[in-house]
């Protein structure tokens, strides 16, 4: 399984990315998928999640409103559209899988089975 990020980059604040991530070597649309984030010096935080079908989002409190997370199960890949960008969403952003029976929200890194390598995003103030 290849989970492969992209789409990091340096950006001022208030403006806007998108971050993909392409899968293979899985059933895509078996999976939820979520994005995670992790700041130098900082544990890793859950960002975003999405269920398999793409039906039913959840969201970190600090991005509700400002980021969206979707995917395309034809092409494998799931995005996080990142807007309103401030200073404080600085991280490297990985992207993860996991095999979904239901869907929760809310989750841990340890909920996921698959992980990508990271895009780091830089939000400058």
């Known amino acids: 399984v290849q989970l492969q990020a992209s789409g990091g980059g340096l950006v001022q604040a208030g403006g806007s990315l998108r971050l993909s991530c392409a899968a293979s070597?899985?059933?895509?649309?078996?999976?939820?998928m979520g994005w995670f984030r992790q700041a130098p010096g900082k544990e890793r935080e859950f960002v975003a999640a999405?269920?398999?079908?793409?039906?039913?989002?959840y969201y970190v409190d600090s991005v509700k409103g400002r980021f969206g997370i979707s995917r395309d199960n034809a092409k494998n890949t799931v995005y996080l559209q990142m807007n309103s960008l401030k200073p404080e969403d600085t991280a490297a952003y990985y992207c993860?899988?996991?095999?979904?029976?239901?869907?929760?929200?809310?989750?841990?890194?340890?909920?996921?089975?698959?992980w990508g390598q990271g895009t780091k995003v830089t939000v400058s103030s």
């Open positions: 993860a899988a996991r095999f979904e029976t239901y869907f929760r929200g809310n989750y841990g890194v340890t909920d996921y089975d698959y």
């Open positions: 070597g899985l059933t895509f649309n078996d999976y939820g």
């Open positions: 999405i269920s398999r079908s793409g039906g039913t989002t």
